[in-house]
Structure formats: structure tokens, C-alpha cells
């Protein structure tokens, strides 16, 4: 598997003229209006154990949440990098946590999965008391990742045990959205993954392994441009959950590669595909009701 593009550099060719990251330059760019942001809210003890929260000016006792996990090779990434992603979900009209989790080589799998149950477990606690400007109610639970973050989201929507440890039910959750995913790896050829999924646990690591009948609806995106993630692991997991009777709906997006997946949220500036971002705000509004 080559290298999930850890931090989105050379998104955009302009931001050679400051000498800064695509993200930094991306996030400048973004509007600020209609949401407020709360950032470094803790969901675990350590460093990496806090997410930042988009609650959008309108925000009720119904409107959906999503959890977003950020890509990176399991080694690298941030949450830092990605409030355009925030702000392209807040606008629409959703509350959206985007956690940091353990990386590699601080932990191994599947020390950043439970991470990311603890975290969502945090954010179903804040939406169901309130805080934050968010109203305490019964709001539409959505898990969402890119890359490395998609194969978490998968492993909370698909393999119920994690959330199950944290006092949560993952028949619970409204839906699971995965870009760029890598969902069916095996076997790993390349050193450093096979020292992120020891073998003890290595077959446990691939959501196609999990995929339900009785999982939440699921919105699988990828790109034919993909040399990161090729398609064919949307389309194993796709399979797999159709197999088993459960619900997938596949965005399949020629010219579209790794970052395009997720740089097409993007509102500041029209990258990558418009169609991702309206096909997110419309499987999320269509599984919310």
C-alpha cells in the first residue's frame, strides 16, 4: 500500500507563494461565518485525547453530528489541518467534531480505533446533554474519515465491539461515510504498516471483514485518479456490505485521487469534485429523518 497522504501538502500549487501548506492556506481562505468553533475539548487523557467542535449558529435538539477522522498514514495528521472541513459541514447545517487520535509509533492497532470510540462516545455525551451551543436532544449520530481516518470510521460503523466498550451501540449511529477509504489491505507488503498492525491483530484491522447487514447505511467515495487507495477497496467493501444486505451507496469520481477526495469539501476554493461535498450534506440530510 503506498503512503496515505499525510498532510495534504501540495494541495493547491499556489501556496508555493508564501512557502506554507495547502491546509494553512486553505483554512485562511475559509469563511468563519455562521458557526462557532471550540477548540481542544478533551474526550481522553494525553496529548492527542481532544477534538474541535463546529456548532453551527442555527444548531437544535435534532441537527446531525459527525465526527470526522483525519487521514495520515496512522503515523501522521491533525486535526488542525482540516476546518474547511469543519466549516463545509457546519455551513450545511451540522455539528461537526473532528478528533486527534494516537499515532504510530505511540500506538499500534487498534490503539487509535478505540481512540476513536472514546471520542465519538464523548460527542454522543455532549449531544445528548448539551454545551456548547449545541441543545441537548436526539441528534442523527454520522461517523465520517478519510484515508487512514475512513478505516477508523469503518471499524466504529462495522465492528461493533468498540463502541460497545464505551457504553455505545453502534446500531445507533445514522451512518458512516467513508473517502478514500482503505477497508481490505491485506496482505501488507511494506514494513512500517505490517509494525502498525502486529499480526495478532492484523486480520481484525479490515472492515470488509465486518461488513453488516444490521450496520448503519453507509456513503463510500473514491476517485478513479486514486494511486493512494485504489478504488478497488471501495469497491470490496461495497460488495461486502451488499452481500450481507446492507445499505451502500458508491460515488465513484473519474479524475478525482487521493486528496481530491477530501479536498472537495473545500468552499473557499472550487477543488476537486463539487459533487462529494453535495452527496455528504445529501446522504447525512436523507438518514437524519
Not at 468553533?37 to 463546529?54: N, S
Not at 478528533?99 to 455532549?126: C, H, I, S
Not at 484491522?205 to 463510500?220: K, T, Y
Amino acid at each position: 500500500m503506498p503512503r496515505l497522504f499525510p498532510s495534504l501538502l501540495g494541495l493547491l500549487s499556489l501556496c508555493v507563494l508564501a512557502g506554507c501548506s495547502g491546509p494553512a492556506v486553505l483554512n485562511a481562505l475559509t469563511s468563519r461565518a455562521g458557526f462557532e468553533t471550540i477548540r481542544d475539548l478533551r474526550y481522553a487523557p494525553g496529548e492527542r485525547g481532544t477534538y474541535d467542535l463546529y456548532v453551527p449558529d442555527n444548531a437544535d435538539t435534532r441537527t446531525p453530528v459527525v465526527v470526522f477522522f483525519h487521514g495520515g498514514s496512522w503515523d501522521g495528521g491533525s486535526k488542525s489541518l482540516y476546518p474547511f472541513v469543519g466549516q463545509s459541514l457546519a455551513t450545511a447545517g451540522f455539528v461537526v467534531a473532528i478528533p486527534n487520535y494516537r499515532l504510530y509509533p505511540q500506538t499500534v492497532f487498534p490503539g487509535f480505533v478505540e481512540d476513536g470510540a472514546r471520542a465519538v462516545a464523548a460527542v454522543e455525551r455532549l449531544a445528548s446533554q448539551g454545551g456548547h451551543g449545541l441543545p441537548a436532544g436526539r441528534h442523527p449520530l454520522f461517523v465520517m474519515g478519510h484515508s487512514a481516518g475512513a478505516q477508523i470510521g469503518a471499524l466504529l460503523a462495522f465492528d461493533g465491539r468498540y463502541l460497545q466498550r464505551v457504553g455505545l451501540d453502534a446500531r445507533a449511529l445514522s451512518g458512516f461515510i467513508g473517502l478514500a477509504g482503505p477497508y481490505d489491505f491485506l496482505p501488507i507488503q511494506e514494513e512500517r504498516y505490517k509494525r502498525i498492525f502486529p499480526p495478532a491483530v492484523r486480520a481484525d484491522s479490515q472492515p470488509v471483514r465486518f461488513a453488516s447487514g444490521r450496520a448503519a447505511p453507509a456513503l463510500l467515495i473514491t476517485g478513479l485518479a486514486d494511486t493512494t487507495v485504489e478504488p478497488k477497496e471501495t469497491q470490496s467493501m461495497a460488495r461486502a456490505i451488499r452481500e450481507k444486505g446492507g445499505q451502500v451507496e458508491v460515488r465513484t469520481y473519474p479524475g478525482l485521487d487521493h486528496v481530491g477526495a477530501v479536498s472537495s469539501l473545500a468552499t473557499a476554493l472550487p477543488l476537486g469534485n463539487r459533487d462529494v461535498r453535495d452527496s455528504v450534506i445529501r446522504f447525512v440530510k436523507d438518514h437524519s429523518r
